[in-house]
């Protein structure tokens, strides 16, 4: 494995990725955001610095129904910045929703340069590179707000 991590390893580590689970825990909040996901990831090339993620898949809830989830993220290689940009596409291509750009903090960590303010919450997250799956990990911290969710793309 690559100790060193930099943007051009992690961009082709991220162009592979082809699934993904996650659990998300809400400590307090009463947000009802426990549970547990999994689905697949389509990677869609831009170009050599545009990825899109197209996610599909099902989260499951400690009680109730298993809901299906999508959801389109487009990551952006910001190589002259040493970042990487995070947004959500929920609006369409030409509308994105800004999350976050991500800073190399060590050899095979990415964190959040600032959080993302929406409303009176504050979304920050950490990209890291473990035994050769990506760990995107979130935390959702606001008045009402108090969540972490881990995601995991293999």
Partial sequence: MNTNFELPVLWQRMAEVSSLEFTAESFGSGSGWNGRG??????????????????????????????????VFRWTALPAQSLIRLEHLRFGRT???YLFDLQQTNESRWDS??????????????????????????????????????????
């Fill in 38 to 71: 999994a689905g697949t990831v389509g990677v869609e090339f831009i170009d050599p610095g545009v990825l899109l993620f197209h996610e599909t898949g099902q989260w499951s809830p400690p009680e109730g129904s298993t809901l299906n989830f999508t959801n």
């Fill in 113 to 154: 340069v600032e959080p993302h303010v929406c409303s009176d919450d504050l979304y920050s997250a950490m990209l890291e590179f473990q035994q050769e799956q990506l760990h995107l990990d979130w935390t959702v911290k606001g008045a009402t707000k108090n969540e972490r969710i881990r995601y995991v793309y293999s």
């Fill in 95 to 97: 509308n994105p929703v």
